[in-house]
């Protein structure tokens, strides 16, 4: 084989593998993508803001917790309260906090929920049943 025919098999058998290499990052990357599993609406009223044991809440992450807990658990609930799947149970109501910090929830967003009297919308993502992040949307 001639020198120049040499470099053109190493270059080629180089883009090869490069290629390889991207194809296969890609495929990881969609097999480990997160998938939107659930969503709620939820309204954030007074019992939300406060634990059971009647201290309040200094983290956004704790009242979503409450919320829930309320809902699935003691039945308290304000008008605007949907049903969620993924929050029934109590496993997965202990992993919200790692959930919200993997997720995402603007700071005036946080704020206004910290203050009650808001509507939020949350999507779970992770997969399978497997929750790994939450996103959060406020309104007033």
Do not use: C
């Not at 799947?85 to 992993?95: A, E, L, M, Q, V």
């Amino acid at each position: 084989m001639s020198l120049m025919t040499r470099k053109r098999h190493h270059g080629l058998r180089a883009v090869a593998l490069a290629t390889g290499l991207v194809l296969s990052s890609i495929v990881a990357g969609a097999a480990n993508a997160q998938e939107l599993i659930g969503s709620y609406v939820a309204y954030i009223g007074q019992p939300d803001l406060y634990n059971s044991k009647g201290a309040r809440l200094k983290q956004p992450w704790q009242i979503l917790r409450q919320d829930r807990a309320n809902f699935h658990r003691f039945g308290i609930s304000q008008p605007g309260d949907e049903f969620d799947p993924f929050f029934g149970s109590i496993d997965n109501r202990k992993i919200m906090e790692r959930m919200v910090m993997n997720g995402s929830i603007d700071p005036q967003a946080a704020k206004r929920l910290m203050q009650g009297e808001a509507t939020v919308f949350v999507r779970i993502y992770g997969r399978g049943n497997t929750g790994t992040s939450l996103t959060v949307t406020v309104a007033r």
